[in-house]
């Protein structure tokens, strides 16, 4: 499962796109599971571009859903709602 952001899209106020963009991670070779993890060491700050078609205000909403994998085994996936 890839990291998701969902945004409950109202097409008359904006356009969403597909891409997140992520700030770079640390590679870490972890010898007690014996493979590299992948991680941030503070807060992280994910972000999606969206296109706004109103001058209005609006609050936007949505899912941010990520699972954490490697070539053997996943995690449960994780999912936060705003609000």
Do not use: R, W
């Amino acid at each position: 499962m890839p990291t998701e952001i969902i945004l409950a899209q109202d097409t008359l106020l904006f356009i969403d796109s597909d891409s997140i963009i992520e700030p770079e991670y640390e590679e870490i070779y972890d010898k007690v599971a014996k493979e590299m993890l992948y991680l941030h060491d503070s807060a992280i700050t994910m972000k999606k571009k969206i296109t706004l078609l109103s001058d209005s205000n609006f609050v936007l909403k949505g899912t941010f859903t990520f699972q954490t994998c490697d070539d053997v085994h996943c995690l449960p996936p994780f999912q936060m709602n705003s609000h």
